[in-house]
Each structure stands twice: as structure tokens, then as C-alpha cells.
């Protein structure tokens, strides 16, 4: 099974890769946008795919045998596009996001169950975070991931500021796949990918 993955920058790829992969180990990822030599896109990148592609999705992800596609921001973004809600509950800002993308971004009305949404809460570092260290509270509501990954020596400052540097992000991508079921317990946008993309494996495009 191919899937294509539309991510916000390179941090997040190699995450979402190696959760797909734990859930089904012979699948094969795909990235679609950023291009990796273009480094980190934003989530005006994420939009700008959409938008570009909406028309024709269907027909596009045939040509490329593409069976399901992810397209992933950050629900920080909401503070951005002025729809963020108080945290927790994170689903009342992730919902809000998923209406956006589906209405706006793609035109449509109703997601096909061959396209995901992974929208992690704050950050997708949040799930990171409770793979390393499991049990601080309202992680998924916390601005301040990328300090509390410093502070345990998750990351180095100088892997902050450089967001093109992915090595340290691949180690604790694998160690966040394994630990998925500690995550999904915590963090309710982990757990909905991950209910989301078992059910498209039953429901491929092609």
C-alpha cells in the first residue's frame, strides 16, 4: 500500500512515517510535499497543495498509485487563522481545523475514506514529548513543548533552531511509533490518526 503524506515540514515526516509504519509494516510512504531539498513548508504550504490539487485530487492520486493520502498541520495554527478555542478539550480547535480543511482547503463537503487528516494538538513534538516522558498533564494543550523537550535533553537548542536538520527527529520518530499506545491514550488527536488510518486501510483509493 502506497501513501502519500502532505506534512508541514521535514520534523514532521518522519513521525507520521514511522507511525503508519508501525500500524502496517509494509506500507510505503510517500512524500508529496515539501519537497525535501525545499525543506520546511508551513501550513500556507499544506493549503497551497490543497487548493492546487482539489479539483483533480481523485485523478492525481490514481496516476501516481497513491491508496491514502495524509495531510497534516499543527493545531497551533489556529491561533494564526483565528479559530483556536481553550485547551483542553483539544477536539474543539482540531474540529474546528477539520472543517476548515475539508470545506476550504479541498472544496468538498464530505472527506473520501481515502484522505486523512492528522492534526496533532499543539505540535505533533506533544506526542514526542509523551513517548519520553509520559504523564505530564495537558500535554496536548501545552505551548511549550519544544522547551520541556530541551529541558530532558530530547533536543538540543541548535536542533530547535535548525528545523532542516532531521536526525534527531528520525531516533525519536521511532521511538514515538513504539510507544503509540501510551500516546493514543493521552493524546486524543494520536488516537484519532490512529483510528483514521486502520479504518483507510480497509477503505484504499485503488
Given at each position: 500500500m502506497r501513501i502519500g503524506i502532505v506534512a508541514e515540514g521535514n520534523t514532521d515526516f518522519p513521525v507520521i512515517m514511522k507511525i503508519i509504519n508501525s500500524l502496517m509494516a509494509d506500507a510505503q510512504c510517500k512524500r508529496l510535499s515539501p519537497p525535501p531539498l525545499k525543506g520546511v513548508g508551513g501550513w500556507t504550504s499544506v493549503r497551497a497543495w490543497c487548493r492546487r490539487n482539489r479539483k483533480t485530487l481523485k485523478a492525481k492520486l490514481s496516476l501516481r498509485k497513491i491508496d491514502i493520502l495524509i495531510l497534516q498541520i499543527d493545531a497551533d495554527v489556529a491561533g494564526e487563522l483565528k479559530i483556536a478555542e481553550p485547551c483542553p478539550?483539544?477536539?474543539?480547535?482540531?474540529?474546528?481545523?477539520?472543517?476548515?480543511i475539508i470545506e476550504d482547503?479541498?472544496?468538498?463537503?464530505?472527506?473520501?475514506?481515502y484522505v486523512i487528516l492528522c492534526i496533532p494538538s499543539l505540535r505533533i513534538e506533544a506526542w514526542i514529548v509523551e513517548a519520553l516522558i509520559p504523564g505530564i498533564k495537558n500535554i496536548e494543550c501545552s505551548n511549550r513543548i519544544e522547551e520541556i523537550m530541551i529541558y530532558y535533553n530530547a533536543i538540543t537548542e541548535r536542533v530547535r533552531r535548525n528545523k532542516k536538520s532531521t536526525?534527531?527527529?528520525?531516533?525519536?520518530?521511532?521511538?514515538?511509533?513504539?510507544?503509540?499506545?501510551?500516546?493514543?491514550?493521552?493524546c486524543t488527536e494520536a488516537d484519532h490518526f490512529r483510528q483514521d488510518i486502520e479504518n483507510a486501510f480497509n477503505n484504499p483509493l485503488t
Open positions: 478539550p483539544a477536539s474543539d480547535t482540531t474540529e474546528k481545523l477539520r472543517k476548515l482547503w479541498l472544496g468538498i463537503d464530505t472527506i473520501p475514506p536526525r534527531k527527529y528520525k531516533e525519536l520518530a521511532k521511538i514515538t511509533a513504539k510507544k503509540l499506545d501510551i500516546i493514543s491514550a493521552v
